[in-house]
């Protein structure tokens, strides 16, 4: 079965910057597309950024655009998101996913932004 673990969650301040990890098995991640997807208080999940199986195409949200990078590592399984000039907007659930819609995600790693 899929199984993704985020982590790397936590208080940031504005301008700063957090790292998010996600631990993925039970598929063969090294063929999949990678996504990482957030739902702010009272809102829907939002697509944030996508990364090619290999690494050669990244996409990303307008919103974090010039601010997020999304990588990957195949030989560990895992996938990151680098989060930098945080904003308060930023304040979300973050999960990764199979999928941009969010239908199969992890448990999430909380993110807060505040001064």
């Known amino acids: 079965a899929v199984q993704l673990v985020e982590s790397g969650g936590g208080l940031g301040q504005p301008g700063g910057s957090l790292r998010l990890s996600c631990a993925a098995s039970?598929?063969?991640?090294?063929?999949?597309?990678m996504y990482w997807v957030r739902q702010a208080p009272g809102k829907g999940l939002e697509w944030v950024s996508s990364?090619?199986?290999?690494?050669?195409?990244?996409y990303y949200a307008d919103s974090v655009k010039g601010r997020f990078t999304i990588s990957r590592d195949n030989a560990n399984n895992t996938v990151y998101l680098q989060m930098n000039s945080l904003k308060t907007e930023d304040t979300a659930l973050y999960y990764c996913?199979?999928?941009?819609?969010?239908?199969?995600r992890g448990q999430g790693t909380q993110v807060t932004v505040s001064s």
């Open positions: 996913a199979t999928d941009r819609y969010g239908n199969s």
């Open positions: 039970g598929f063969t991640f090294s063929s999949r597309w």
């Open positions: 990364i090619s199986d290999k690494s050669q195409y990244t």
